[in-house]
């Protein structure tokens, strides 16, 4: 079974900062996707970004972008010059083409100012 | 606002009660979720249909049934829970055309259920 792992469940940073959040996962499919998820205090789960794992180039969207290494199975999240209102929980997501889509045990982020 | 609103928000239950959550999305996507956050565990996925049909059932227990009337609207029905099932219930949605296939999906505020 696939398996989503962060090691970190919590970090802080601090305002205008940048930061990284790890995520690595267990999988033998070579076509799947991974995704980050912010969840903000009031509790309304979002997108923050995706990468398809066909794709060698790292998805990139504003001040986030990711380090995908397909052979490491690891996906990392970058926030750079991080705002107070990117404290959130985030939960790196696989998706093996629709059959089974798991969620990592979160990484609780607080942006300090 | 994301186009999928739960309600209600918060619910407290007893053991014997029957409740049930609702999920509505307004993003003519076909294909909804039910999750189950609790606080020490990853996002469990719990249902998922796709255009009205059940397509996933992972192993939830059945206590839990849901219904999809139509593709706006998901239902959790709750009946005789225990105190463990106490958690955040979040509904989400995707577009369903690739077989939900690596789709992006939005979620609701999700329901904050305790049972006592």
Redesign the interface.
Known sequence: AQT?TQSQPEMSVQEAETVTLSCTYDTSENN??L?W?KQPP??????VI?Q?AYKQQNATENRFSVNFQKAAKSFSLKISDSQLGDTAMY?CAY?N??QN??????TRLSVLP | E?GVTQTPRHLVMGMTNKKSLKCEQHLGHNAM?WYKQSAK???E?MFVYNFKEQTENNSVPSRFSPECPNSSHLFLHLHTLQPEDSA?Y?C?SSSGTS????????????TRLLVL
Do not use: H
């Open positions: 989503v799947y996707y995704f998820y009031s509790r309304q789960m979002i997108l995706r398809e939960f998706d083409y629709g889509f798991v969620f990592g045990p979160g | 994301t979720y565990k990853p996002l996925l955040l979040l989400a077989g939900r296939e690596g789709e992006t999906q939005y979620f609701g505020p999700g």
